[in-house]
């Protein structure tokens, strides 16, 4: 079936980076936009990222903007999420999802993985 695996989340100070990867299998990757959406206590899902299924589009929220970036390889089935300058704020279960649509246009999401853990703190 299908199926998403996010890995490459962990503790890191203020300011730090981390890369979070997707590795998805199960599923007709290159058809589908790639979404990352995080999830903190107390605070509403918020989709901070996404990639269309040919990479020619990217969106990210006011929240990352500048921050966060977004790549895929196709060739990998792989999606990545380079986070530059984490704040506390930051600190959430990120999770990789796949959207129903090849665009970045739809809140429908049609799979998702299980999610990794990032904790941004000094």
């Known amino acids: 079936q299908a199926q998403l695996v996010e890995s490459g989340g962990g503790l890191v100070q203020p300011g730090g980076s981390l890369r979070l990867s997707c590795a998805a299998s199960?599923?007709?990757?290159?058809?589908?936009?790639i979404a990352w959406v995080r999830q903190a206590p107390g605070k509403e899902r918020e989709k901070v990222s996404c990639?269309?299924?040919?990479?020619?589009?990217?969106y990210y929220p006011d929240s990352v903007k500048g921050r966060f970036t977004i790549s895929r390889d196709n060739a990998k089935n792989t999606v990545y999420l380079q986070m530059n300058s984490l704040k506390p704020e930051d600190t959430a279960v990120y999770y990789c999802?796949?959207?129903?649509?090849?665009?970045?246009?739809?809140?429908?999401?049609?799979?998702w993985g299980l999610g990794t853990q990032v904790t941004v703190s000094s």
């Open positions: 990639i269309s299924s040919s990479d020619t589009r990217t």
């Open positions: 199960g599923f007709s990757f290159d058809y589908y936009a």
């Open positions: 999802a796949g959207l129903g649509s090849r665009w970045c246009d739809t809140d429908e999401y049609i799979y």
